[in-house]
């Protein structure tokens, strides 16, 4: 009775991870049938500029044997694909057990910017021999990269220059004192020597 009790915490404890926490953008990890996928770098949005940009993101992949091929598509809250078309995010398995790194390409244009509301990274999964298809898509945050301030250099009032002070030797009669001072003035009864 005391095993089947570890047993549903386990499950109970696997569950809510999977549903209720989303992957950070700086760590994730996602499986199905098998195929396993993690990224550990930071993901940032794509801006959207006065130019086309492409934003990178690298994931690695584990495959076992008995899986043809698996693919990464990243979409947002309204099912649009973000991934740039015509470019394959397909990672293959065909010849037995493999791993590996897959980069999927986001695109952002200037016309249609990209809404990162909802993101999520989308797994699927083909097996082999026609045994169908397996797909699994997971919560992601992907950071606001922050805006680039340029500061100029402040312009400081043109400084007088600092007088250094000088040491001149004064007597008076077998007594010698030095001052040290930015105007040096013998005191009283002394004079210069």
């Known amino acids: 009775m005391k095993r089947l009790g570890l047993t549903l915490a386990v499950v109970v404890t696997f ?14 990890e996602m499986s199905t ?3 396993t996928v993690t990224w550990s770098d930071s993901l940032y949005e794509v801006p959207a500029t006065n130019t086309h940009s492409t934003g990178n993101y690298k994931f690695n992949y584990s495959v076992p044997n008995g ?3 698996g693919a990464l598509t990243v979409t947002n809250g309204y099912g649009d694909v973000l991934n740039a078309a ?10 037995g ?6 980069t999927v390409k986001i695109f952002n244009s200037v016309n249609k910017p990209l809404d990162w509301s909802g993101t999520e990274v989308c797994l699927s999964v083909t097996l082999k021999a026609g045994a169908g298809e ?3 898509c997971k919560p992601i945050t992907f950071l606001k990269r922050g805006v680039a301030t340029s500061s ?8 007088t220059p600092v007088s250094k002070p000088t040491s001149i030797t004064c007597i008076k009669g077998t007594s010698t004192v030095k001052v040290t001072e930015v105007n040096p003035v013998c005191p009283s009864g002394y004079k210069k020597k």
Not at 16 to 28: D, E, T
Not at 97 to 102: E, F
Not at 152 to 159: D, G, I, L, Q
């Open 15 to 28: 569950i809510s991870n999977s549903i209720f926490f989303p992957s950070s953008a700086a760590a994730g």
């Open 67 to 69: 899986i043809l091929f």
């Open 97 to 102: 057990a493999n791993s590996g790194t897959v």
């Open 152 to 159: 100029k250099p402040t312009t400081s009032a043109s400084k």
């Open 134 to 136: 397996t797909s699994t």
């Open 33 to 35: 049938s098998g195929v």
């Open 86 to 95: 015509g470019l394959s995010t397909k990672f293959y398995g065909n010849k």
